[in-house]
C-alpha cells in the first residue's frame, strides 16, 4: 500500500528550481534512504512531505504530494493535521530545556490532550518504541538537556511518535552522533518500520546500503534514479549513480 505519492513536484525558492518533476511513491512500513551530493534537492524533498517549506520565504510549489492517498497541499487543509500524520527529526538533536517527561508529552498537550493517564501511558510507550525508556525511567523529571546526544535525539525520536503518526521523516539524523549512539539509531529504525513509513536524507552511502528498503539518487535536484537498495547498489541502471556510490564524485 502505498502511504506516499508524489507527481511532478517541483519547488523553487524564489529563482532557484530546487527539485524538479519528482515522481515517486513509498510503500507502508519501509524504510527509504535519500542519498545524493551537497544541494541535490534531497532535504527540499523531504520538507515537501509535511510542508516545512512553507516556513521559508519566496517557496514555490508545484505538483502533488499525496500522504495516504490525501493531497497535502490541497485547499482546506490544515497543516498542523498533516503533521500530526508526518512527524519529523532533525539533524541535530533538539530537546526543549524542560524534564523528559514535558518534552515526550509536549506534542499531546499542544493538541489539547489533558487526560493524565492518556499522557502518561503514551509517553511510555514512545519511550519504549524509541529505545530510552529503560535509562530514564527513574529520571523522568530531569532536564533533557542532560541526557546524552545519542539519547537526545531519540528523545527526539521519541517526541515525533507520541501522536502516533504514520509517516516519519529523519532529516540526517545521526550525522551529529558518535558511531555507537548511530548504531542504536540504525537498529530502532529497524523496529520501527513494523509500526511506520520512515524516510531518511543521509550522506552515509554505507547507511543507506544497511538500513533501506528503497533508496532515491538525487542530483541537481532531479530524481536521477530510484528502486530497491539491492538493485541501486548492485546494479544502478545510471552512470551517475555508480559514480556517486562508487565515491568517484559527491
Known amino acids: 500500500m502505498k502511504v506516499i505519492e508524489t507527481v511532478d513536484l517541483n519547488v523553487y525558492y524564489k529563482e532557484v528550481h530546487a527539485l524538479k518533476n519528482v515522481t515517486m511513491s513509498m510503500n507502508k512500513n519501509s524504510i527509504t534512504a535519500l542519498m545524493g551530493p551537497s544541494g541535490c534537492g534531497k532535504s527540499t524533498y523531504l520538507r515537501a512531505l ?9 517557496c514555490k510549489i508545484t505538483g502533488q504530494v499525496l500522504i495516504e492517498e490525501e493531497d497535502a497541499y490541497a485547499k482546506g487543509v490544515r497543516v498542523d493535521e498533516l503533521r500530526k500524520k508526518v512527524g519529523m527529526v532533525f539533524q541535530k538533536p533538539n530537546p526543549f530545556p524542560m524534564s523528559i517527561f514535558e518534552n515526550v508529552a ?31 525511567k527513574d529520571s523522568l523529571k530531569k532536564s533533557a538537556m542532560d541526557l546524552s546526544g545519542g539519547q537526545q535525539q531519540r528523545l527526539c525520536i521519541a517526541r515525533a511518535l507520541v501522536i502516533e503518526p504514520s509517516v516519519v521523516l529523519m532529516d540526517e539524523p545521526t550525522s551529529a552522533l558518535d558511531p555507537i549512539s548511530s548504531a542504536k539509531i540504525e537498529e530502532l529504525m529497524f523496529s520501527l518500520k513494523k509500526n511506520y513509513t520512515i524516510v531518511i536524507v543521509t550522506h552515509n552511502i554505507q547507511q543507506a546500503a544497511r538500513i533501506s528498503d528503497n533508496t532515491a539518487f538525487f542530483y541537481i535536484g532531479e530524481l536521477i534514479e ?11 541502471k545510471h552512470k551517475r549513480t555508480q559514480n556517486y556510490i562508487t565515491g568517484r564524485f559527491g
Open 50 to 58: 509535511n510542508r516545512m517549506n512553507d516556513l521559508i520565504e519566496g
Open 106 to 136: 509536549y506534542g499531546l498537550r499542544v493538541n489539547g490532550i489533558r487526560d493524565k493517564k492518556f499522557i502518561n501511558n503514551q509517553v511510555e510507550k514512545a519511550l519504549s518504541q524509541s529505545a530510552l525508556l529503560d535509562e530514564v
Open 226 to 236: 530510484y528502486g530497491s537498495t539491492k538493485e541501486i547498489f548492485t546494479n544502478p
